[in-house]
């Protein structure tokens, strides 16, 4: 999570595939490679760096990617965004708009509307480290910035995605709390807190951030949204969701020990009604499917819309776990859900084999016609393949492997680039 980002790319091109690899040149990377050696202390807390970069820019751009208006941004939610050349992967320098965004961070999930073609985007702890102010942003399809909104809140807490629907923002605020005087004193940024509840924020689209609803639900942690959409009134968010913080390097804050279990996500919907007046806006919870995993996404044309299908890097515990990834669990298969039928098609590797995150290449006008692709670790050889599926057939296997001489690092994110 602290380390500098690094952005890989598989270009297809006249039948064949090649790889390019490079470090995003940040002002913290460069100066380390100057000193050759390390000057930032603890991830996201500016009082354990050396003296000789006090002031300095901590961005690592380390997170994930986005596309979007002919520009590539790579993304870390602790700092604005930085562009990217799409052909070369030379780091351009930091992306504000040319300076309008007010905002000391951004999301590193933002939403692209398929029918609206607009970039829509949050950021918390806006004034910097251990401020309590969140913002929401939209870039038009054109790559203006039209909105910046500050709101507040009910905590400071880790809000690392969230969803969009046809009419409605979501929020969703999960007590992985920050203190700013645990900070100065060279403690850790983030700390579990279970006393605490979680917490859903829903704005109309229509509206602004003054008109966001709060909505008390029970506690527990998530981080990656699957998909939200409404119908009418009643709002849906789909995500992975999990009883705590499954990050086994954040403690909580009552010094209690940790099952392990309750950290691992599982695809969950969460519904509310907009008309009810209860605190917790009629609140309903329902499984998607038996399996935990992680790193979910769907078919890009369907964001913010109903829609049937979803790819999540999955965790079968009936076979080996490997040690892979952030939370040090990594995903032994590929399961694709089908929210019509709830049938749950998988596809598994060897038992030396753990999934990173996938990409929908979309194909035909049908929601599951497109490729789907992923890169598999190969733990026994030292390297990594980048698999190729038809997304209709996840279970058939991959249709075409290119197979890399290197092991890529565990990575977060990935997005897909037309041709450019």
């Known amino acids: 999570m602290n380390g500098d980002g690094m952005i890989s790319m598989f270009n297809f091109e006249n039948g064949h595939v090649d790889f390019k690899m490079r470090y995003i040149q ?96 949050f950021s918390y702890e806006c004034e910097g480290d251990g401020s309590s102010p969140m913002c929401f942003l939209i870039e038009d399809k054109s790559g203006n910035l039209v909105k910046e909104e500050w709101f507040d809140p009910p905590y400071v807490g ?19 709390t920050m203190d700013p005087e645990r900070l100065k004193a060279g403690g850790d940024h983030w700390k579990w807190d279970g006393s605490l509840p979680s917490w859903v924020g829903i704005m109309p689209r229509a509206g602004s951030t003054t008109d966001i609803r709060w909505f008390k639900v029970p ?19 789909d995500m992975m969701i999990s009883k705590r913080n499954g990050f086994p390097y954040i403690g909580d804050i009552a010094g209690s020990a940790a099952d392990p279990q309750d ?41 913010g819309r109903d829609y049937r299908y979803a790819y999540i890097s999955m965790v079968d515990p009936e076979r080996r776990i490997l040690m892979a990834g952030p939370t040090y669990m990594g995903a032994n298969m590929i399961g694709k ?37 992923n890169i598999a670790d190969r733990h026994d050889q030292n390297r ?15 249709l075409a492997t290119a197979r890399l001489p290197i092991r890529l690092r565990s990575a977060f994110h990935t997005t897909w680039v037309p041709g450019v």
């Open 337 to 373: 859900i089908d929210l019509t039928t709830g049938e749950v098609q998988t596809y598994h590797g060897t038992d030396e084999t753990s999934f990173q995150e996938g990409a929908f290449i979309p194909r035909g006008p049908g929601e599951d016609e497109g490729w789907y692709i």
């Open 219 to 237: 506690t527990s942690c998530g981080f990656h949204v699957i998909n939200g959409f409404n119908e009418g009134t009643i709002v849906h968010l």
């Open 384 to 398: 990594s393949d980048l698999l190729i599926f038809d997304a209709r057939a996840i279970s058939e296997g991959p």
């Open 158 to 176: 880790m809000v690392h995605d969230f969803a969009i629907t046809t009419d409605y923002v979501i929020f969703p605020i999960f007590p992985t």
């Open 263 to 303: 950290g691992v996500p599982y695809p969950t919907r969460w519904s509310f009604d907009m008309t009810s007046n209860a605190v917790d806006g009629g609140f309903s919870s329902k499984s998607l499917a038996p399996y935990g995993g992680e790193l979910p996404l769907i078919d890009p044309r369907c964001v």
């Open 26 to 121: 940040t002002e913290r990377w460069k100066a380390e490679r100057a000193a050759r050696r390390s000057l930032y202390g603890k991830y996201r807390n500016p009082w354990t760096d050396k003296p000789e970069v006090a002031g300095k820019s901590r961005g690592t751009a380390n997170t994930a990617p986005i596309w979007h208006a002919g520009r590539l941004l790579v993304l870390k939610e602790d700092h604005v965004p930085m562009a990217v050349d799409p052909d070369t992967l030379a780091t351009l320098g930091d992306f504000t708009w040319n300076g309008q965004l007010k905002s000391k961070t951004v999301t590193a999930h933002p939403k692209i509307d398929p029918v609206t073609g607009e970039l829509l985007l």
